[in-house]
């Protein structure tokens, strides 16, 4: 049964039937499921075996001391809420008990209502506790370095780098074009160093208008500026102790430039309307689609500022200089899309799509100007279209398959380049086979699809892909 829908289930130890008959009544009564042990030993044994909510433990009893009990059980558990039941109601004791790992204390006699209410608030802290962690570490592991898509020699070089300057302090400048992946690789760096478990916070410069993005990086105190009815937290503050990842840091201006030079030389920075001067704990990474160094030429990026933030460059390739990943990629986002929409799933839930070979020869054609963000959004598109597990090119978009023709390299003989890809291969072959059937077919366009064996529609996307001009030779 998934843990909402399952009753919060608590262990009563303790050597005194009454009060063990007492608590039973009580915590069944209201919704829990209890479990009873009558000494300490009994206890200790019934958690080897199960997982429980709550342990309710008394204090004194024959075999062993409550307070022995509680620190056996947090060198197994550390974080099973203990609730320590005691007639000896003291300071000393709660002492005693808070320092062995008890949550908390209760004094016998009890009132059933307070006693209930503070079990309640308990067994929920815990499972908040519990649940952030896990979506923590979900979070973690979603953008670790090594489940970035991507098993291109280039792409190995950017994950080995990751692996290396994850865990400093340095500031990172990632470059690269639009749609390579920049944030998530950001993300990556982020969630591999010491500062994993504290905030990511994303600033788009490019966005935001000038006057609009210092506040959001500084903040601003009341009456800054018109409109300043209150105070406002900047993401500096936000990401104290954690990473700010500064996007198209290019279209900074100048006085921005100026305040974040100061930001990370001497770790501190004022609001805007402020003269007050706070110290902040930021690891900076910063992406650029512009050619900074370009720009500080021109005039247009500081130069001291360049080199503060180029400590480290990562630059990321684009996609059609690294074709070799995009089967694994269109394999990832077929998952993540699949699950979206609930279409071709097997029984554990992994997708059961893979485009046809058409489809993927023209997919591995196309020149990707918008890199791994186009190349996510055709595969979404193709998920949604799709009415089998083998889409073909009826589920890609025009533009695609009218981008010109693949492009064959070739040595200087005419023949295939040495180190043409397996597509390139193929689609030579098949260029040279559908020539020569159309040759022998008078270019009839319709007799060469029946003796190919082929679908005249398919034949006629074949033909645009290869860039086979059948105009001239058909006249």
Same mark, same amino acid.
């Given at each position: 049964?998934?843990?909402?829908?399952?009753?919060?289930?608590?262990?009563?130890?303790?050597?005194?039937?009454?009060?063990?008959?007492?608590?039973?009544?009580?915590?069944?009564?209201?919704?829990?499921? *209890?479990?009873?042990?009558?000494?300490?030993?009994?206890?200790?044994?019934?958690?080897?075996?199960?997982?429980?909510?709550?342990?309710?433990?008394?204090?004194?009893?024959?075999?062993?001391?409550?307070?022995?009990?509680?620190?056996?059980?947090?060198?197994?558990?550390?974080?099973?809420?203990?609730?320590?039941?005691?007639?000896?109601?003291?300071?000393?004791?709660?002492?005693?008990?808070?320092?062995?790992?008890?949550?908390?204390?209760?004094?016998?006699?009890?009132?059933?209502?307070?006693?209930?209410?503070?079990?309640?608030?308990?067994?929920?802290?815990?499972?908040?506790?519990?649940?952030?962690?896990?979506?923590?570490?979900?979070?973690?592991?979603?953008?670790?370095?090594?489940?970035?898509?991507?098993?291109?020699?280039?792409?190995?070089?950017?994950?080995?780098?990751?692996?290396? *300057?994850?865990?400093?302090?340095?500031?990172?400048?990632?470059?690269?074009?639009?749609?390579?992946?920049?944030?998530?690789?950001?993300?990556?760096?982020?969630?591999?160093?010491?500062?994993?478990?504290?905030?990511?916070?994303?600033?788009?410069?490019?966005?935001?208008?000038?006057?609009?993005?210092?506040?959001?990086?500084?903040?601003?105190?009341?009456?800054?500026?018109?409109?300043?009815?209150?105070?406002?937290?900047?993401?500096?503050?936000?990401?104290?102790?954690?990473?700010?990842?500064?996007?198209?840091?290019?279209?900074?201006?100048?006085?921005?430039?100026?305040?974040?030079?100061?930001?990370?030389?001497?770790?501190?920075?004022?609001?805007?309307?402020?003269?007050?001067?706070?110290?902040?704990? *930021?690891?900076?990474?910063?992406?650029?689609?512009?050619?900074?160094?370009?720009?500080?030429?021109?005039?247009?990026?500081?130069?001291?500022?360049?080199?503060?933030?180029?400590?480290?460059?990562?630059?990321?390739?684009?996609?059609?200089?690294?074709?070799?990943?995009?089967?694994?990629?269109?394999?990832?986002?077929?998952?993540?899309?699949?699950?979206?929409?609930?279409?071709?799933?097997?029984?554990?839930?992994?997708?059961?799509?893979?485009?046809?070979?058409?489809?993927?020869?023209?997919?591995?054609?196309?020149?990707?100007?918008?890199?791994?963000?186009?190349?996510?959004?055709?595969?979404?598109?193709?998920?949604?279209?799709?009415?089998?597990?083998?889409?073909?090119?009826?589920?890609?978009?025009?533009?695609?398959?009218?981008?010109?023709?693949?492009?064959?390299?070739?040595?200087?003989?005419?023949?295939?380049?040495?180190?043409?890809?397996?597509?390139?291969?193929?689609?030579?072959?098949?260029?040279?086979?559908?020539?020569?059937?159309?040759?022998?077919?008078?270019?009839?366009?319709?007799?060469?699809?029946?003796?190919?064996?082929?679908?005249?529609?398919?034949?006629?996307?074949?033909?645009?892909?290869?860039?086979?001009?059948?105009?001239?030779?058909?006249?």
């Amino acid at each position: 049964m998934p843990e909402f829908q399952r009753l919060p289930r608590v262990l009563v130890i303790d050597d005194e039937e009454d009060i063990r008959d007492s608590l039973e009544a009580l915590l069944t009564l209201e919704g829990f499921q *209890v479990e009873l042990a009558f000494n300490g030993t009994e206890g200790l044994q019934r958690l080897e075996r199960a997982n429980y909510d709550l342990v309710l433990l008394d204090l004194m009893m024959p075999d062993r001391s409550g307070l022995e009990v509680i620190q056996e059980i947090r060198q197994r558990d550390a974080d099973t809420p203990v609730f320590l039941i005691t007639a000896y109601g003291s300071v000393e004791v709660a002492v005693q008990a808070i320092k062995a790992g008890a949550n908390d204390y209760f004094s016998k006699p009890w009132d059933n209502e307070k006693l209930i209410i503070e079990i309640r608030r308990m067994i929920d802290a815990a499972r908040l506790e519990r649940e952030n962690r896990q979506l923590k570490q979900a979070l973690k592991q979603r953008y670790q370095f090594q489940n970035i898509v991507g098993k291109s020699e280039r792409m190995a070089k950017v994950l080995d780098l990751i692996a290396q *300057v994850a865990p400093s302090r340095s500031t990172i400048l990632v470059t690269g074009e639009t749609g390579t992946g920049k944030e998530s690789i950001a993300k990556a760096i982020h969630a591999n160093s010491p500062r994993g478990e504290q905030m990511f916070i994303t600033v788009s410069a490019g966005s935001l208008p000038p006057e609009l993005l210092e506040s959001s990086l500084f903040g601003h105190v009341q009456g800054a500026f018109a409109g300043a009815t209150a105070a406002r937290q900047g993401a500096i503050e936000a990401a104290h102790r954690g990473t700010l990842y500064l996007d198209e840091i290019a279209t900074l201006s100048m006085e921005t430039q100026t305040k974040l030079m100061r930001l990370l030389q001497e770790k501190e920075y004022s609001p805007i309307g402020s003269t007050e001067s706070i110290k902040a704990d *930021v690891r900076l990474l910063a992406a650029s689609t512009q050619d900074l160094r370009k720009m500080v030429e021109e005039g247009r990026f500081r130069e001291d500022l360049y080199y503060r933030l180029n400590v480290i460059n990562i630059a990321l390739p684009a996609l059609r200089d690294r074709k070799e990943d995009i089967p694994p990629l269109i394999e990832h986002f077929f998952g993540v899309y699949c699950r979206e929409n609930e279409k071709f799933l097997d029984a554990q839930g992994h997708s059961q799509l893979r485009f046809d070979s058409d489809a993927m020869q023209i997919l591995m054609d196309h020149a990707w100007p918008g890199n791994v963000r186009e190349l996510e959004n055709v595969v979404e598109r193709a998920v949604v279209l799709a009415s089998s597990e083998s889409p073909g090119a009826e589920v890609l978009p025009d533009h695609l398959l009218h981008a010109g023709g693949l492009k064959i390299r070739r040595d200087e003989g005419g023949n295939v380049a040495a180190d043409a890809s397996l597509f390139e291969l193929v689609a030579d072959f098949e260029r040279h086979r559908i020539m020569e059937q159309l040759e022998k077919s008078n270019w009839s366009q319709t007799e060469a699809a029946q003796v190919l064996q082929i679908p005249l529609s398919t034949l006629n996307q074949k033909i645009k892909r290869l860039g086979i001009d059948v105009k001239k030779r058909g006249t």
